[in-house]
């Protein structure tokens, strides 16, 4: 769904903080409120079942719900966060809503992967500098600053504070910088996907369905 | 976590088949791995394929690529596409449309294969040990149980997979979770599960590929091995995985799509050299005694909350840090359980059994072993949804439908069902439901729903009890 994924560089927003661990793909969109085929309406229906009264009326005390964070673009949570369902809605509802990038403890594995094809940010921070950010977001709104060039997360209003460094993938980070679309790059290696293939077939022919025609024209893709 | 390959010497199950599979060496830990088999469904699907058609591409290879129907279609008997789910049809007719545009197949609506994609795919022959294998599914890993390499990933990754046949992976690290003793009776391969990812946390997998061995798998049938590898994901895994041995082998020559004749001795003989050498090496091992297991069963709002059917609820002041405090009471809370308070006899309001972790025939028949000549108890709502219409019938020829149907159960066509809510079926809000289901995170199965999750023969033994109860006494009986 996400076509084409513009370069980035530097997330500057205002940081919510839900410091909560194993928050899942299920509290982040509920399945009920996947109601379109190609993902769309779903900001809307962010967190629902923490923003929303069975009544559908705001939670006061949600976070999200409270007026400066409606607008914020960072969101700062706990561990493991995205865990569960394999659903790009999670990633697709959070950047509906505006978030561009989420600081956690860590993540599930498919939601980070997610995020990364869709230019939201995954950052993971050590629990010690997640903590103290998340009590800095806590005691007054306060902007954050991510930058993945660098890799570190700053304050984005105040340079007292050493900015935090974060790792992030090589080639994760190649791909959010550049914006350069992840199939066409593999497909600098056609030539090799095809020697691949070829091999293949002589050397495992049961895993290769007999009903398959060669398939002409099928790397016309880029 | 990336680890480096080792150079020479003993490999790893997973090291051969990253080997086997491995295109290029990308530099910084990472691959492009050549995929045998892309598995899509109607839920996730169409967004793939609208995207791929968006971006102006087609399947490499469309054989290879598969559809199948299970997440939003309804299972009465007299389903069609139009859903309980209100806007379900959208999903259903618009994967049809684009397989169908797309040359993929699909095992529609009224296939006599239709069924749970992880169900359905090894059952049928779709996958094949020492096959590389996704879906934008979580539960793709539930194939490790027949030595398939399988994981879950996004709708914009399964674009990838499908345009080119290959994804690019960091080589992930591994992980040896041996079970090793005798299984009790009344005691599986989901309790097993359970124990682990209660030990060792939800995210105690940490992304790592785990290959589950021990004397307790090799002894478990290739369903149950599934059963383990599906919660994998439970456990903040990449994926599980089972060496094939004999018990995988009997298994697969009977599938539809196993190989004959000479196809098969040349594959009999590459699956048979896939186990992992002796002298391997994993970056973490870790030994389950399991010959003292009891019945495993979750009291809380994460797979990790689990305890023994015979313990009590935790007391959020034994957690082992602030952070797990408060989850923990946060979990009670939702859950209405009082610290120390019995497990077994807890009332319930619901029985389910089925998903991608528990529907397959094994499951239906310990299910049934317990409910023979019982009945369900008054006020208890309990169904059973089977992993296929393959395995319905088979439980049908062997008589387990009249076993599910005189205790009380709804017996149902195939599908994901009460796994999770989409919106239309439900239990009703707010009931306490025992589940073989995988996941009992809040909401799952409805809104406020209480979710337990337990074995099969432990939900049949709750139905009959009206309470959580330890189905042992009941098989014994």
């Known amino acids: ?118 230019g939201l940010l995954p950052v993971a921070l050590p629990a010690d500098a997640l903590q103290a950010l998340a009590a800095r977001c806590q005691a007054a709104p306060t902007h954050l600053r991510i930058d993945l060039q660098a890799c570190t997360v700053s304050l984005a209003d105040d340079g007292s504070v050493a900015p935090v460094p974060f790792t992030f993938d090589a080639d994760d980070r190649e791909l959010l910088l550049t914006g350069m679309d992840a199939i066409d790059r593999t497909w600098r290696h056609r030539a090799a996907i095809e020697a691949f293939e070829a091999a293949d077939r002589l050397r495992r022919p049961w895993a290769w369905p007999v009903a398959e025609t060669p398939t002409p024209g099928s790397p016309a893709s880029p | 976590m990336n680890a480096p390959a080792p150079a020479t010497g003993a490999r790893t199950l997973v090291d051969k088949l990253w080997q086997l599979h491995e295109i290029v060496t990308l530099g910084q830990g990472r691959s492009l791995l050549h995929i045998d088999r892309i598995l899509l469904h109607e839920r996730t699907g169409p967004a793939l394929l609208a995207g791929l058609a968006a971006g102006g591409r087609t399947p490499r290879h469309p054989a290879r690529v598969l559809g199948l129907m299970d997440h939003i279609v309804d299972t009465t008997p007299e389903r069609s596409d139009r859903t309980m789910l209100a806007g379900g049809e959208a999903f259903i007719t618009s994967f049809r449309e684009r397989t169908r545009a797309a040359g993929i197949g699909l095992v529609d609506l009224d296939d006599p294969r239709q069924g749970i994609v992880h169900v359905v795919a090894p059952e049928q022959g779709l996958v094949l040990p020492g096959f590389t294998v996704v879906c934008p599914d979580s539960h793709t890993g539930t194939v490790g149980g027949i030595g398939a390499m399988a994981w879950g990933i996004g709708s914009t990754e399964g674009e990838h997979a499908v345009a080119t046949q290959t994804l690019v992976r960091p080589r992930p690290a591994q992980l040896r979770v041996r079970f090793e003793g005798r299984l009790p009776p009344g005691v599986g391969a989901k309790d097993l599960v359970l124990r682990l990812i209660q030990r060792h946390g939800a995210d105690g997998g940490r992304e790592a590929a785990v290959e589950f061995a021990g004397s307790a798998v090799r002894s478990l049938g290739v369903e149950g091995r599934m059963t383990l590898c599906n919660m994998a994901v439970e456990f903040g895994a990449w994926t599980g995985i089972v060496a094939p041995d004999d018990t995988t082998l009997q298994w697969v020559a009977q599938r539809p799509l196993a190989p004959r004749g000479a196809a098969w001795d040349a594959a009999e003989a590459h699956w ?15 030994v389950l005694p399991v010959d003292a297991l009891v019945p495993q069963v979750t009291w809380g709002t994460s797979p990790a909350h689990g305890a023994s059917i015979d313990g009590h609820v935790p007391d959020p002041a034994q957690a082992r840090s602030a952070a797990e405090r408060a989850a923990w009471e946060r979990a009670l809370a939702y859950m209405a359980l009082q610290p120390g308070a019995p497990l077994a006899g807890t009332p319930i309001d619901a029985a389910f059994i089925g998903s991608c972790t528990n529907s397959r025939l094994s499951d239906l028949r310990s299910a049934a072993a317990v409910l023979r000549g019982r009945r369900v108890a008054p006020g208890v709502t309990a169904r059973v949804v089977p992993g296929s219409m393959a395995v319905r019938a088979a439980a049908e020829a062997e008589g387990l439908h009249r076993v599910f149907i005189d205790a009380g159960f709804e017996w149902r066509t195939s599908g994901c069902s009460l796994c999770f809510f989409a919106g239309g079926d439900s239990f009703g809000a707010a009931r306490r439901v025992i589940s073989s289901t995988n996941r009992n995170f809040e909401g799952r199965q409805g809104p406020g729903v209480r979710t337990h999750l337990a074995s099969p023969a432990t939900v049949a033994a709750s139905a009959v009890a009206g309470c959580l109860a330890d189905p042992r006494p009941w098989l014994a009986a």
């Open chain 2, 272 to 286: 048979r050299g896939l186990a992992s050498d002796d002298g391997a090496a994993f970056d973490t091992e870790l």
């Open chain 1, 1 to 118: 769904m996400p076509m084409p994924i513009p370069p980035l560089q530097v997330v500057d927003g205002l940081c919510a903080v839900l410091m909560r661990d194993h928050i899942d793909t299920d509290t982040v969109i509920p399945s009920r409120d996947i109601r379109s085929p190609t993902g769309e309406g779903l900001g809307a229906r962010l967190f629902a079942p923490w923003r929303f009264a069975a009544d559908g009326s705001e939670q006061p005390d949600f976070v999200l719900n409270q007026p400066p964070f409606r607008q914020a673009t960072v969101l700062l949570a706990g561990q493991n966060f995205g865990c569960g369902s394999s659903r790009e809605m999670a990633v697709w509802a959070l950047a509906q809503f505006g978030f561009r990038c989420i600081v956690a403890g860590s993540f599930g594995g498919i939601f980070r992967q997610n995020a990364v094809r869709n």
